[in-house]
């Protein structure tokens, strides 16, 4: 099982001004520099293996500035970047407003959501899903944190977790929180959303102790015989 942990890039100024940035290559604001250092402090030594990020520039330095306390290898996948919002690219949300007939429009289509000359949220769905899935088969048993962006992480936690994005919906995450995903036999499950930065530590903790055996695919009953006996 390969174990990813996932959280969206540190603050823009884009963020700041709640504007759109969709695949505009912005990169990270003296505060989401300063935002992402302290996490690197929250995140304990030998937890990961690696570091998985989206190209994006504010994921890379996202990812740069947890690395230069981690250590690890960083490896970049183009299936983890932001929804294409299209022709909505660059529209602060008060701008996105005086559209709102077209926008709710949208949303009321779930995953199918598609800005004018834009990308699905289905696309973005399967892409993140690929790519996930892909790196766990590369790196079976890898402990991972992933660096991505808001969209794709609301796309899997909402299919992950049964939903169909649409507006009535509960919203499965909250923004700047650490999410486990795990993946065993090339499907995708969730395993813990909205893990705060310093409860990660104990939650680590707890996984370990848990210990629990994988199945073994030339005896596949090894591991619920290791459950039973303990």
């Known amino acids: 099982m390969t174990t990813f942990y996932c959280l ?46 989206s190209p994006l520039g504010r994921a890379v330095e996202t990812a740069q500035i947890l690395n230069a306390h981690l250590g690890l290898p960083l490896h970049t996948d183009p299936g983890l970047v932001e929804q294409d919002w299209g022709q909505w690219t660059g529209l602060t949300k008060a701008e996105l407003k005086e559209l709102r007939s ?20 289905d696309s973005v769905l399967m892409r993140a899903c690929d790519a996930l899935i892909g790196f766990a088969a590369a790196h079976p ?17 909402y299919a992950l977790s049964g939903l169909d994005y649409l507006p009535g919906d509960p919203r499965p995450i909250k923004p700047y929180r650490l999410h486990r995903i795990e993946c065993l036999d090339n499907e995708l499950a969730p395993a813990q959303l909205n893990l705060e930065f310093d409860a990660l530590a104990a939650a680590v903790r707890d996984l370990a102790a848990l ?20």
Request: glycine share 8%; proline share 7%; net charge negative.
């Open 102 to 121: 077209a926008v709710k429009a949208q949303e009321k289509r779930g995953f199918a959501f598609t800005p004018p000359g834009g990308e699905s949220r």
């Open 8 to 53: 969206r890039h540190a603050r823009t100024d884009w963020n700041v001004q709640s504007r759109i940035q969709g695949q505009t290559d912005t990169a990270l604001s003296e505060e989401g520099c300063g935002m992402a250092r302290n996490w690197a402090q929250s995140l304990p030594e030998g937890t990961f293996d690696m570091i998985l990020t």
């Open 141 to 157: 048993r890898a402990s991972v944190l992933v660096v991505t962006h808001h969209g794709v992480l609301k796309c899997l936690a």
């Open 211 to 230: 210990d629990i055996p994988e199945p073994d695919p030339l005896n596949p009953d090894k591991g619920e015989l290791e459950r039973q006996e303990r």
